[in-house]
């Protein structure tokens, strides 16, 4: 079945630690996207990328990293920088054709120790 | 002001209600209306897609545009206990770039058996 399989389901931060979401998709897609999600708010835009080797930031890029290097895989990396990282992240791909129509992951629960 | 601005609820309706959801915004450039359904800890699901004004109907779901007052809405017919979950509204001007998709804060929705 095609899908955007994220891992892990829950991930824990330490003080100072970078960790990396992941995030890959067999679904055929040229665009993906990273969106973070906090209770009682909208989904917010982090970074997203529309071919391989290229990506742009979102409304709120500070604090973390992403990759594009093959057309299925888009990790995200959060960053010691990023102050206030608990949150659900949300990866999503989408066709050009059809940009509105995003499919996302499961989502992965980040939280800080 | 919030480009989107959309109730949280929670709203609580019996089984077999017709459910009213609702969405304003301010940009008179967005042009895409869709309709996005999540069930807890759950990535998102694409319900309904709209160009412009008007109405479209998919069974149960009935996704109404009104841009002369920038003003959408959801109705779901014969409400199931399925139905339960936060439904987000989404809107595009259909730039290019698929970081112009605003997100409202969702509705939780619950159906009582």
């Known amino acids: 079945d095609g899908g955007i399989t994220q891992s892990p389901k829950y991930l824990f931060r330490k003080e100072g630690q970078n960790v990396t979401l992941s995030c890959e998709q067999n679904?055929?897609?040229?665009?993906m996207y990273w969106y973070r999600q906090d209770p009682g708010q909208g989904l917010r835009l982090i970074y997203y990328s529309q071919i391989v080797n290229d990506f742009q930031k979102g409304d709120i890029a500070e604090g973390y990293s992403v990759s594009r290097e093959k057309k299925e895989s888009f990790p995200l990396t959060v960053t010691s920088a990023q102050k206030n990282p608990t949150a659900f992240y949300l990866c999503a791909s989408s066709t050009p054709q059809d940009r509105e129509k995003l499919f996302f992951g499961s989502g992965t629960q980040l939280s800080v120790l | 002001q919030k480009e989107v601005e959309q109730d949280p609820g929670p709203l609580s309706v019996p089984e077999g209600a017709i459910v009213s959801l609702n969405c304003t915004y301010s940009?008179?450039?967005?042009?895409?209306f869709m309709w996005y359904r999540q069930y807890s800890r759950k990535g998102p699901e694409l319900l309904m897609y709209t160009y412009s004004s008007g109405n479209k109907e998919d069974g149960r779901f009935t996704a109404q545009v009104d841009k002369s007052s920038k003003y959408i809405s959801l109705f779901i017919r014969d409400s199931q206990p399925s139905d339960s979950a936060t439904y987000l509204c989404?809107?595009?001007?259909?730039?290019?770039?698929?970081?112009?998709?605003?997100f409202g804060s969702g509705t939780r929705l619950s159906i009582r058996p």
């Open positions: 679904l055929n897609h040229d665009a």
């Open positions: 989404a809107m595009s001007a259909g730039y290019s770039s698929a970081s112009k998709i605003i």
């Open positions: 940009n008179s450039a967005f042009q895409y």
